[in-house]
């Protein structure tokens, strides 16, 4: 029994570290340079088919069929899955990132959702169509031959260092003047433009870094959970992720932390502890979604930067407001 | 060639369902200048609707169906008034709007699902005699739906050009502040106006799951976007450009089926909305139009 | 001085069918505050979109510093010393005013992602003296108790001085202003003006466009009248007043000089 309870809680914590990587990417594509990527979790997926084909043999059998079959190991898997996230999201980025009004953008990232959907899911021959890629080796699985009751626990740190080396880098950002950047982008792009920004090349890099964590998200849940079908990401997984950052704070990285947490652990698995009622299993799930979605209202109303707003930096100041007298000197031209 | 023709019967059923979806949609952003993307579940309500008035009550498909989109009006005009209008009286960001669309399309959805189960359900029509028409067969039902549309369609014509209301509808989509300022009441207006389009989303959700003979309450939404294709084509807001819209992307998405595999039919329509929003966004039909 | 720091010639710009700007033809040497007068609907906010790269230029030339910009970006334009402000105020409303002014700083700060992740120390060098600089101005325009404020939070006699702030922050060369006074009240706009003349003194050129001719009269020298799209009369006020053209295509409508 603790047993059990030990091994949940370790799922739990890998599923958050995963969610944390998937807001936080959000976070810079959405939050900071306010672009409406709702095609975000194709790119989740793209990392996974990617880091799934990486690892696995080449396919020979009706059934089980896919492309490359690379037969990597970890972290390479992980590297091509983000990659590859990466490298679509840029080129989706080139078509879309057009001063077209944002509901429009939504439109297009959305449609571009529904093409890859259908595509990975009729061309068999792809990422084994409907039925997804199976049996994806888990790293260092042969190498350590833990029990696989046991293996969550090598997960978590592997999960935990990718996530705080994409942590800090997500942390980085917010404080640079790129991330100012960015956020002035967000803010007004013919303003951005009129005091000299590429205002194009900072929202496409902001879409390539987005798609890149996406992918390193993907990656990280075909290598923990061995499976990936176009089951696990169906449009709703966007509306849910961008849930989780508006509630915990856009533009904010411990925002998106937080929303990953109220999100994907305390709805998502709270919910999760209902009761089934046997004859509507469908419930609990349903559940969970009306709550994502009055939640999101509710945030959106009465607290619309979020749990945890975005930062209002004081640049060089003491916290104490101490006496600063040397401010004659006014600089023109 | 048999083949071609027939696709081409399909084609003006498909555009007839597009085309009450299609003018529901864009009526409502002319009003409010917003996409409204709960709006593939305002459907799948609808059919939900008829459904329990069809099989639960044993009504009649067609008194069901006019019932149905009828009790739309109650959630529509909560869900417009209660959660969508504080938003936009606030007008805060564009994308609060946006976001709280997608949340009430989530909640929607899976309030239908908690409701009335996951499960595929049917109408209870009857079996359905297919009828020769010329080079087109089509079922009994398809006709209706046929007619249905095109009386709809001449009814929205009327109601805009004829009646002061629609004329007030017009002003609105041309410029909702001069609107106001010639003491156009655009607030009623535009309640309105979303009941309309909620009679036109459960009247099209009710013929669509029809057509496709047994539905889950993914039925609208997998549509929605076939929808917006439409809409977009014609030009957002317009309402002749949406029935224009639903005409050619209806046929388009048929009449691929018969060249590429039909799971693949309703991807052209996604490829069209793609194509239209990124090189003319305002629509192909502002091509033929001056000024 | 061998050519003007701008000039504009047979410049057109049409939205669909109305010939916004048909056809102007002026120049603006470097040093000076240069007017842009003309009654509403004349064209002079089209023009300094178009000569600011914000709309295509349709037809015509602009040269700016020596070079034809015609079809330059907005962003090439600013980074080359040509900055502009707007009719309406347009900050950036979620950054707090100093970042305003910040953001405005283009090329003295490395804004790359690369710099953000391996140059933080070189960064936050720079940034101190940015920040010194900008914290300089804010004092000036009465706007540094407030750095830490959320733009959207300014009044609109705040945000104008913000504009104005944030636009000498870019270091301009040529300083395009459209209708910096609308909209604020006396005293404040004896402040702007002030504020200009001295910028002025530094060295910023200026285009200006304003509707109150007691500014214009006082501040620009040369003044453009601008009617109909085109540049109708070059010159001082005085000349302006003595022109019948312009008096009738402008002052003649009861405007107060
Ligand atoms: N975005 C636009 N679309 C269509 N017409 C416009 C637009 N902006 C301005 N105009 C028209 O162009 C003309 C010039 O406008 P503008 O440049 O704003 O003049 P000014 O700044 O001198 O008042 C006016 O007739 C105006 O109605
Ligand atoms: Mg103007």
Known sequence: MPHDLNYYLATLAVYFLVYCVLTLGLNITFGMAGIFDFSYITFMAIGAYFAGVAVLPPSNQPGLQWILGLNLGFPLDLLIGAAAAGVMGLLIGLLAIRRIRSDYLAMVLVAVWTIAWSVTSNMIGLFNGQQGLIGVPQPFETQLGVNPNDYVFVFIPIAAVVLAILFTVAYCIERSPFG???????????????????????????????????????????????????????????????????????????????????????????????????????????????????LVIAVLYFRPQGVIPERRRRYFEARKPAADTSQEVAKGG | MELFLNSIGFGLVTASILALAAVGLTLQFGMTNYVNFAYGDFMTLGAYLTWTLNVGLGWPFWPALFVGALLMAIPVLFISQFVLEPFTRRSGPTFHILIVTFAVSLILSNLILAIWGGDFQNYNVGTDTPINLGPFILSVQQLGIIALAVTCMVAIHLLLTRTKLGKAMRAISDDKNLAAVTGIDTRRITTIVWVLSGMLAGLAGGVLALNVASFDPNVGVTFLFVIFAAVVFGGIGRPYGAMAGALVIGLVVEVSAVFIPSAYKLDVAFLVLMGVLLVRPAGLMSLFERG | MAEPLLSVTEVVHAYGGVQAVNGCTFEVPEGVICGLIGPNGAGKTTLVDVVAGALHLQRGTVRYAGADVGGWSPDRLARAGLIRTFQLSREFRQLTVLENLLVAATGRIDESLAGALFRRRQIAVAERALVKEARGLLEIFGLDPLRNDLAVTLSGGQKRLLELARAVMAHPRLLLLDEPMAGINPALMGLLEAHIRRLNSQGITFLMVEHNLGVVDRMCEPVVVMAEGKALAVGSMADHRASDAVVTAYLGRGRPA
Request: aromatic share 6%.
């Open chain 1, 180 to 294: 100012r950047a960015l956020r002035a982008t967000r803010e007004d792009q013919d303003v951005a433009a009129a005091f000299g920004k590429r205002t194009v090349r900072l929202r496409l890099t902001a879409m390539t870094i987005g798609c890149l964590y996406a992918g390193v998200a993907g990656a990280l849940t075909i290598e923990f959970l061995s499976a990936m079908s176009p089951n696990a990401w169906a449009i709703v997984e966007t509306v849910i992720i961008f849930s989780a950052l508006i509630v915990g704070g856009r533009g904010n990285v411990f925002g998106a932390v937080l929303g990953a947490l109220l999100v994907r652990i305390v709805i998502i698995e709270g919910t999760g502890l209902l009761p089934t009622l046997p004859d509507h299993p469908e419930l609990i799930g349903a559940t969970r979604n009306i709550l994502i979605g009055l």
